[in-house]
């Protein structure tokens, strides 16, 4: 989420608490959430808990969610049919931060006193959060200076790009946009001449756009040759900028660039790299190669849609070049996720980007293009392809029409794991019966007693000795330690 993080690393603890609760069947005490993240005190939880209970009652119907807080059981959060938006929105519209530069980014200066009245904080208190967050001034041509009045100046496409992200954060309806009605029937317009058909979804993020570059024109700020964005305009073919818009080439060329580079379905086919474009050459040639490498060698289908993906978010990264505390507030759970149950994935991962950095430096300390890579990576190469592969053997003394049955069953849950069925259970690393199993185990070999409907607690007993055998696996295939 933009612009909203607590001090402690930089982190949301509300967030980091929902997101807790919200991968659990049942219920955490207040100790197990403090020992699961690590960070906070027992008293910061329980009062986030509190804080988040109150919120979501507020928030939320009681049948879409709800937080239940019990001194025996601990916390335990029910969620169907909705996600954390409103609590989002809530958070924004409460947040001195957060209204603050929405405020600066709408009117680029403010005088002090007024901007204190509307937030309804004192001058001092402002102007202190103001040079404690130095969000847009770190790794961004962007300035604030504060006095009198608080400005906001430097670099204008990176200012509008800032200002779009943050509407299409925080704004999830176009209706709630400041001049709907204009942005609206100007951006709908533009997709026409384009001849994109887009939902209201991505409407409103072209209206989004739309509107931060009319804002900046009616401030009377105009894109420089020096600024980031316009540096790369030369290396991309556009379509003619249509008669109805009073907007200069620069400001039609930074609207299709933003849309192209931020990777919205819509807009990749909008612009196109020039034949002769060697745009990031060096950085595609060593990520290719590097893939190739350590993962396996692409088709030439594969490599260019590796590649057009790449460009985009080399494309991002040179404009916007996101600094640890910005990035920290997009951030997910899912490489931990991927890290718990694939590990192998991750560490060839991990050793896949060490040697990027090494042999790149654009890569370094970039941690949007880190994260992004993650995601090229896994649109590739299955999360289970550097896992050990379990053997099952499954045994009934019933029928071996049932034993078929149960392997169909049993392949259901096995999809996140390299997996084999054997008939001599002497190979086996698990062996699944569905009565007593009479054979001596070998070392290193598990027996799970099931039922033939294969029960719900079946199906943890599996999940947990395969987990368990691909550790075991796993760390037998390290090298050794000196």
Known sequence: MFLMYKNQGDRSLKQDILELLD????????????????????????????????????????TQMELIISVRGGVKLRRDGVYFQALSENEF???????????LLLERIVVTSELADKLYVSQSTLLRKLKRHKLLTD?????????????????????????????IMSYKSINQFPEATSSRHKAQKIMDYLQVNVHENQLLQCVALVFAIDNGLEKKRKLSPTDQTSAYFKYYEYPAKPDFLSWSNEDWQ??????????????????????????????????????????????????????????????YHAIMPMNKLVFSSFKNQGKKKIAEIYPAFIQRFEDFYLELEQNCETFKKAPYLKANTLLNCIQLIPLNAFSPCVKIYVYSSLSSLLVGNLQKEIQTELIYYQSEFVTDFRQADLILSTAPFLEPLKKNQYLLQISASISKNDRKSIHSRIQTIMQEKQSASLPKKL
């Open 139 to 167: 790794n961004w041509d962007i300035k604030i200076t504060c006095s009198d009045t608080i400005s906001l100046s430097g670099d204008e496409g990176l200012i509008r790009f800032l200002h779009f992200l943050l509407l």
């Open 254 to 315: 930074f609207f299709l660039l933003v849309l192209y580079f931020t990777d919205f379905d819509f807009g990749r086919t909008l612009i196109q790299r020039k034949d002769d474009c060697q745009l990031f050459a060096a950085e595609r040639k060593v990520f290719l190669t590097t893939f190739e490498k350590r993962f396996r060698l692409l088709s030439s289908k594969e490599a260019d849609l590796l590649l057009d993906h790449l460009s985009r978010q080399l494309q």
């Open 93 to 103: 519209g409460n947040s001195v931060t957060f209204n603050m530069i929405v405020f």
């Open 23 to 62: 991968d659990q069947d049942g219920y955490l005490s207040m100790q197990e959430i403090v020992n699961r993240l690590e960070y906070p005190t027992l008293n910061a939880v329980k009062t986030t808990c509190k804080m988040l209970q109150e919120e979501i009652t507020q928030l939320y119907d009681p």
